[in-house]
């Protein structure tokens, strides 16, 4: 009878957990890989090229070609838990309703997170536009920047799988242009995929997304993966026999997960002002040494893997004192890491971010 509780806390779970991604699997991610996400790593498909179509010799036949598809090793970094207490009732006498509550809460929080990690994923592995400023006048003619490159990259248009993730402000000049299709003019099909319109053959998405200077972030989902899995599924564990708590039980469940993109050229992300650009220059013994082209009078911060992007005008004027950073110095981290750089104006506040994933 626990198994089968269990089982079912697991699809309430993924059912909440899927319903709120907004970088949803077949939209933003795919989901093919190889192997078990809770050994620690994946192997996921890549494939640059497609198949060549050749001409056929009758005479002589057609000697087959080598599969261009090669694989990449994606360790898995993230590792996440909820674990929360249900005081004042045993395992076995918790009310339906509020069992349903507190898993519904768990996919809700689950996604943010994986939401968040996917986004960043997004950024540090895309290609990075720059724009001057944006308006209703010139958004479409950014759009339409965005789908000539995807298109010289042979990214697919006639599946209609490419997306737009429209952060607010970016969104606002979208359905101010005349260019843009709602979604009442696509169908019922497209509404209920969460599509708020299309423009220039993206798929358009609201994403409510406050990275510093992060306009929007177009892609195809052929060209990044999720994986995801249960390490521990989601259960109401009684807590009886633990001298902290007394007549209680816990919300418990444990996923580890990983974002990669697959093809740089397939991926684009617009910030206005632009992203501070990073290079790994080397890693030894735990530590990465990044250099940015930015002037070096510039004050800079950092984090590692930060649960949030920093926002414009967010005050880091704390990390000053324990986190400063210049451009060819050491960050302590691992590969698989993501190092975030902040650059601070005078009053301490963030008016451009950059992001690297360690190698």
């Known amino acids: 009878m626990a198994h089968e509780a269990q089982e079912r806390y697991s699809k309430l779970v993924l059912a909440r957990l899927r319903k709120e991604l907004v970088l949803a699997d077949g939209v933003v991610f795919n989901n093919d890989y190889e192997g078990d996400p809770t050994a620690g790593a994946v192997k996921i498909p890549v494939r640059d090229k497609e198949v060549s179509a050749r001409d056929y010799d009758k005479a002589k036949g057609t000697s087959p070609e080598s599969g261009t598809t090669t694989y990449k090793t994606i360790p898995i970094t993230k590792d996440v838990i909820v674990n929360e207490i249900i005081d004042g009732y045993d395992a076995e006498a918790v009310p339906d309703n509020l069992v349903a509550d507190r898993l519904d809460s768990a996919g809700y929080s689950l996604a943010n997170r994986i939401d968040d990690d996917g986004a ?36 697919p248009l006639k599946d209609k799988k490419r ?27 497209v509404k209920q995929e969460g599509v708020i319109g299309r423009i220039a053959g993206f798929n358009v998405y609201e994403w409510n997304d406050d990275t510093a200077g992060l306009q929007c972030i177009a892609g195809h989902p052929r060209f990044a993966t999720r994986v995801q899995e249960f390490t521990a599924e989601p259960e109401i ?38 992203l501070i650009e990073l290079v790994q220059s080397a890693f030894s013994s735990g530590k990465v040494t990044l250099a940015t082209a930015e002037t070096a009078t510039d004050s800079f911060v950092y984090r590692v893997n930060p649960t949030k992007r920093a926002t414009y005008e967010e005050d880091f004027s704390a990390l000053k004192e324990t986190n400063a950073w210049t451009s060819g110095s050491e960050i302590a981290a691992k590969k698989g890491d993501t190092v975030e750089i902040i650059d601070l104006n005078a009053e301490g506040k963030c008016v451009a971010v950059g992001y690297m994933k360690v190698e």
């Not at 429209?166 to 099909?189: K, M, V, W, Y």
Request: hydrophobic letters at 45%; aromatic letters at 8%.
């Open 237 to 274: 564990v009684s807590l009886k026999g633990d001298a902290k708590y007394v007549k209680a039980s816990a919300v418990k469940g444990r996923v580890v997960f990983d974002h990669a993109v697959l093809r740089k050229s397939a991926v684009y992300s617009v910030f206005a002002p632009a």
């Open 163 to 189: 997306y737009l993730l429209a952060t607010p402000d970016f969104q606002a000049h979208l359905l101010r242009n005349e260019n843009f299709i709602s979604a009442s003019a696509l169908g019922d099909a």
């Open 120 to 155: 960043t994923a997004l950024i540090e592995g895309s290609t990075h536009v720059s724009v001057e400023g944006v308006s209703p006048i010139n958004v479409y003619d950014i759009v339409v920047d965005l789908r000539t490159k995807m298109s010289k990259a042979n990214v």
